[in-house]
């Protein structure tokens, strides 16, 4: 049998929040494995524009798709879109989050409603969405990016570790139900990769992880293909922290 490293040539992956950091990095190495790529973005049309010239060049067909992934009516008409372009979502990386930090008794419900929506729901709302066109194929690949602090409580805070901690068990259930059906469900944990999300955060230093030094986006790019192109991990939690977590 083909190396499975192969498979995933004219694969349509959709990633949020894909116009920077982990989720740009994500979109161009599943591009350079071969798939076309939907990359969903909130502000910036400059980057999201910038991202799919640089998948076009790699030979693959890009789009790049407005939406506040938080927000149920935005996700489907999205997915709509993405399906009328590409066609099926083979793969759904759900990567987009935020992490408002401030210290911990000052956060409020609009805090934690933020966050909860914007990591959580959102994977919920597009697992939801692009699941049925998946069952029809029996093939898919969910892709949660959850992080260390569902595992540790990390340096953000409560909010953030929930949001988190909540992916996992989205990705669990999904696994148990989609087993047989030919969809994944796996989970990436990364610790502290060089990107803007850390970039703000004052109290997250490199000593904090074992290895010394911060992770790059292209090594939880990587990490993110190798998952959607093997269709018999799933159910896990791959943790990418430079030894920060050790299961
Ligand atoms: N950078 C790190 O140290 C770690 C990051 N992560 C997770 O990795 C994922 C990517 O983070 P980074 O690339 O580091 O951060 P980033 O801040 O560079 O990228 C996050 C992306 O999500 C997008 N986004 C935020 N809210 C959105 C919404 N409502 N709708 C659509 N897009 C939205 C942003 O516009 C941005 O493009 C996040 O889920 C984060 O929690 C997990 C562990 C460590
Ligand atoms: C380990 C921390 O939670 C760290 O903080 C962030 O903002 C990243 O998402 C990591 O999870």
Redesign the pocket.
């Known amino acids: 049998m083909e190396s499975s490293l192969k498979s995933l040539t004219g694969k349509t992956a959709l990633i949020?929040?894909g116009?920077?950091?982990?989720?740009r990095a994500a979109a161009l190495s599943l591009a350079a494995q071969g798939c076309d790529v939907a990359v969903?973005?909130?502000?910036s049309e400059e980057d999201a524009t910038s991202i799919v010239r640089a998948i076009e060049e790699l030979g693959r067909r890009a789009y790049a798709f407005r939406?506040?992934?938080?927000r149920q009516q935005e996700v489907e008409s999205m997915v709509k879109k993405v399906q009328a372009e590409l066609g099926t979502i083979d793969i759904l990386v759900n990567?987009?989050?935020?992490?408002p930090s401030r210290p911990f008794l000052e956060l409020d419900a609009s805090d934690w409603s933020r966050t909860i929506e914007?990591?959580l729901t959102?994977a919920f709302l597009l697992s939801q969405a692009v699941i049925p066109a998946m069952r029809q194929q029996q093939w898919g690949r969910l892709v949660f990016?959850?992080?260390?602090a569902a595992q540790t409580g990390g340096v953000v805070g409560p909010h953030y570790a929930a949001s988190?901690a909540g992916m996992l068990g989205l990705m669990h259930s999904y696994a148990n139900l989609l087993a047989k059906e030919g969809i994944t469900s796996n989970a990436i944990a990364?610790?502290?990769?060089e990107?803007?999300?850390?970039r703000k955060n004052k109290n997250i230093r490199p000593d904090l992880i074992p290895v010394g030094r911060f992770g790059h986006?292209e090594e939880v790019a990587d990490a993110i293909a190798f998952i959607a192109s093997n269709g018999y991990i799933t159910g896990q939690t791959l943790n990418l922290n430079g030894g920060w977590y050790m299961s």
């Open positions: 949020t929040g116009s920077r950091g982990i989720g969903n973005y909130l502000n939406a506040d992934v938080s990567n987009a989050g935020i992490n914007t990591n959102s990016i959850s992080s260390v988190k990364p610790a502290l990769i990107t803007e999300m850390i986006a």
